[in-house]
């Protein structure tokens, strides 16, 4: 595409007047002046009948209005268009995040629609950096009526805290709604609303350490339980979430993945493992069960080992340096971590916030969240279902 040419004001103004005398063609004028296209011609004609002699004098690009080009606005008039477009974004940003990146569709549009008798569209997409074209876009997007399937997929993220993968959802919808669905669709669906769960952080791994073993092994990567109160895995995990460091004490059945006891200290104390064990034996039947964990100095204490035996309890304890050997109490709270704190930030928590955090997400996980291996029930509920 060729460069567009520049015409002084004085050719044009000639050109008309040779144009308005009769005597001359376009095709003479054009050798004349050197003019390549006769288009130039008729629009610099139309521009006179028109009375719009002002854009004669326009230079090549967008071409303004009278009074609104930027060489011809006097500067009071310059000034009053940038404090109304000053009071505009103050006004608008108070609605709609001032980040393109944060702007949601769905605002963006009602925002638009609202304001529309005040302010044009493109005024307001200007103010964004959101093209209009774009914004259109997002218009007749949300006067579409959106899938039945869609609108289930959405309704299970939105109730399970966006906590759960396209693999679950798709469990679910074959459970709950008798809808079978390629597990790929409904990843297609979760990405196309932004509904993801978030990602857990991949542990790295590493060599196993020399055993050095306080107590056998008994449960030697078993994790699969026959019965309630049959084999039992704790844990201790730190939450450096708020203003200070608090640790979290969790014992958890492996028969249905609950979460039978748990304690929050910030002290990682004797009292607190012994605290979490004795909620545990409260009302359970604890003969004939084991109970694993790690070497950490607290599980291998006398006073633990012997509240454990006075329970008849059996301790089982993973090689040192191993934590593949108590992967599912591990596990768990790294997925505690990575759903309900990955996106907060520790000075926006205070320690009441964290502890509150953690007492709702031990009733969601025992109750709401549901598990693959136990038919895509809660815990509770493989537990009452199975009784």
């Known amino acids: ?6 015409y002084p004001e004085e050719v044009k103004q000639e050109v008309i007047r040779l144009k308005l005398s009769g005597e001359w063609t376009n095709k003479q ?3 004349k002046f050197g003019i390549k296209n006769k288009t130039q011609i008729k629009t610099w004609m139309k521009w006179h009948r028109n009375n719009e002699q002002h854009r004669l004098a326009q230079p090549i690009g967008k071409q303004y209005t009278y009074g609104k080009g930027p060489d011809d606005e006097s500067e009071i008039n310059q000034l009053r268009r940038k404090v109304a477009y000053y009071e505009m974004r103050d006004e608008l940003f108070g609605k709609v995040p001032r980040n ?3 702007v949601v569709p ?3 549009v009602e925002v638009v629609e609202a304001l529309k008798d005040r302010y044009t569209a493109s005024d307001i997409c200007e103010c964004f950096g959101i093209p209009r074209s774009t914004y259109y876009r997002w218009k007749s997007q949300a006067g579409q009526e ?12 939105k109730q399970l805290s966006h906590r759960i993968g396209h693999r679950k959802v798709k469990d679910i919808l074959r459970k709950d709604y008798d809808v079978k669905v390629n597990r790929k669709t409904v990843q297609k669906v979760m990405q196309k609303y932004k509904i993801q769960c978030r990602v857990k952080v991949k542990r790295q791994k590493y060599i196993a350490g020399e055993s050095k073993i306080v107590v056998p092994n008994l449960l030697n990567q078993d994790f699969k339980a026959d019965k309630p109160n049959q084999k039992w895995v704790t844990d201790i995990t730190y939450l450096p979430y708020g203003p200070k460091m608090l640790y979290l004490s969790t014992i958890m059945d492996l028969y249905n993945n609950e979460v039978i006891a748990y304690k929050i200290s910030d002290t990682q104390s004797v009292d607190f493992v012994l605290d979490t064990l004795l909620d545990a034996c409260n009302g359970r039947e604890t003969h004939d069960l084991i109970l694993h964990s790690d070497q950490g100095a607290q599980y291998t204490s006398y006073s633990f080992q012997a509240l454990a035996k006075e329970n008849g309890i059996t301790t089982s304890m993973s090689r ?3 934590c593949f050997d108590n992967a599912v109490i591990e596990s768990f709270h790294s997925s505690l971590k990575s759903e309900e704190f990955a996106a907060q930030f520790r000075a926006t928590l205070t320690t009441t916030i964290v502890i509150e955090k953690v007492v709702n997400y031990m009733y969601y996980y025992n109750y ?3 598990f693959s291996k136990l038919n895509c ?3 509770v509920e493989y537990r009452t279902v199975a009784a």
């Not at 595409?1 to 520049?6: D, L, Q, S």
């Not at 959106?146 to 993220?157: A, F, V, Y």
């Open 29 to 31: 004028i054009m050798e």
């Open 377 to 379: 029930h809660s815990p």
């Open 146 to 157: 959106i899938p039945k399937l869609h609108q289930w997929i959405i309704s299970i993220c």
């Open 100 to 102: 393109r990146k944060e």
């Open 320 to 322: 040192k340096g191993n």
């Open 106 to 108: 769905e605002v963006f």
């Open 368 to 370: 709401i969240r549901p």
């Open 1 to 6: 595409m060729g460069k567009k040419r520049f």
